[in-house]
């Protein structure tokens, strides 16, 4: 027979998460009376969701966003089936390109190390700035250069580390296929969205 749940057992897990909400919201209000607009009280941010979300912005922008995903993808699987299909057919090409492959799989790993460090000299050089000053940072070329290679290296990073986990703990032929594809597609898909909003943000 199993019990009832009373009303303070189903409210016991929302507790702590409302109170941290509650702790932001006066965080940021206070940062906003000292000058700073750097954080949004979250009651700021539903306002301008349901506003964005009321006059069609939010949709417009969401449509945007998914078709350059989509966009990215498509490019992704044609050049990655495309260049799986030469490697298989042509054997000259796979012996010739092993050694570029073997090179350069390394690279993301290694490169990550300084890459992570100047990210989080930058982002604990942008706090406390404003949005302005933050697309300025992005708009300069190095930089976009620089926050790109760490988006890339990073999803390939990931992505291998994914692709480890699958092998290891999935033993189903079917199911590792299938999470192989959605890993796959949403690390093109993320790479895609990342690198064409850094490229907008640089050519402003």
């Known amino acids: 027979m199993t019990e009832r749940s009373s009303p303070v057992s189903l409210l016991r897990p929302w507790i702590l998460p409302a ?15 000292l000058g700073s607009d750097a954080l949004a009280p979250p009651s700021a941010a539903a306002r301008a969701f349901a506003g964005a979300a009321l006059d069609g912005s939010l949709w417009q922008a969401t ?14 699987a044609v050049l990655g089936i495309g260049g799986g299909i030469v490697l298989g057919l042509s054997r000259r090409t796979a012996d010739l390109s092993l050694l570029s ?3 350069l799989r ?9 890459l992570s460090l100047w990210f989080l000299y930058v ?7 404003s949005e302005v000053t933050a697309l300025q940072f992005l708009a300069h070329p190095w930089n976009a250069i620089l926050m790109g290679a760490f988006v890339g290296f990073s999803l390939w990073h ?3 580390g994914l692709q480890v986990v ?13 999470l192989m594809l959605v890993v796959r597609f949403g690390v093109i898909a993320i790479g895609a969205t990342s690198i064409f ?6 050519a402003l």
């Not at 449509?63 to 490019?75: H, I, K, N, P, S």
């Not at 390394?106 to 300084?114: G, H, K, Q």
């Not at 982002?123 to 700035?129: R, V």
């Open 166 to 178: 699958i092998d290891d703990y999935v033993h189903t032929a079917g199911m590792k296929i299938f």
């Open 197 to 202: 909003a850094i490229v907008r943000i640089a």
């Open 63 to 76: 449509a945007f966003t998914l078709g350059t995903a989509a966009l990215g993808l498509l490019l992704g």
């Open 19 to 33: 109170l941290l909400l509650a702790a932001f919201e006066w965080y940021a209000r206070r940062a906003a009376a």
């Open 123 to 129: 982002m604990l050089g942008l706090s406390g700035t």
């Open 106 to 114: 390394p690279v993301p790993s290694v490169a990550l190390i300084p």
């Open 158 to 160: 990931a992505y291998l």
């Open 101 to 103: 492959i073997e090179v």
